[in-house]
DNA sequence: TCGAACCCTCACATACATGTGAAGGTCTAC
DNA sequence: GTAGACCTTCACATGTATGTGAGGGTTCGA
């Protein structure tokens, strides 16, 4: 599919896929015209980006951990160095604290709506 | 305590503290000389900050939810707005959102680290 | 009383994710 | 063949959270 299709679908500026492409988060083949051409698989692969830089990863992170999610393990056990294993299990736990926390947040916003809820209901 | 001790066991540089307190995040009562005079919750309260910060959370929601965290009741219910009430029942539910995500993935990463460490086992 | 270590404000700089628009090529339908 | 809707690259702009440093006041110990 074209970038506006993929853009519409998944509710994403053209100018961010272009982006994403830049920083090494998706990747697209190149029609003879030039245009840009991408896979269906390529669709969850953004709403994956988006979800990661929404809940506060930068894009260079988001890189790393990209091959890590590909269903059919696409990278060789081999090629993952000491340093690339240490800074997945640095991230992995980060975003464990930061799911954490979220919902620890969550839960106190929650409890405070019920509160209100209780209050205006008497 | 003044602004350098925050800092200090806040892990925050006195330029963020100056910011959080100028984004409404965080009060500092002022000595005769001007000087920042923090109190003790305040400590926490950074330590909160920085967390949803690091969540993906912009200032400007961060201050709306604040009041709602507070463990006496400071906010008084009549006070809550419907708009206001609106937007916490959305941060809510956003903020469950991106901690399904974070979870997903960090699993995903775990699962991919283990599969690693089997390879290198073998 | 001097110097070090604080504090203040203010301003400019930076990284990152994003928006916007210009200048121009391609494709499709009328 | 022409208009409109796509696409391309490039460049400049913006908002937000941060860093850095200048210029200057305060406090405290030697």
Redesign the interface.
Known sequence: MRIGELAERTGTSRRLLRYYEEQGLIIASRGANGYRDYDEPTVDRVI?VR??????LPTRIIKQ?LP??DKP?AIY??D?TPEM?AT??Q??DR?????E???R??D???E??D??RE??RV
């Not at 975003?95 to 799911?99: C, E, I, K, V, W």
């Open positions: 994956q979800g990661l830089l929404d809940a506060g951990i890590c999610l393990r056990f081999p993952a294993i997945l299990e991230e992995r975003m464990a604290r930061r799911a926390c979220l919902l947040n969550r106190a916003i929650a405070y709506l509160a209100v209050y205006n």
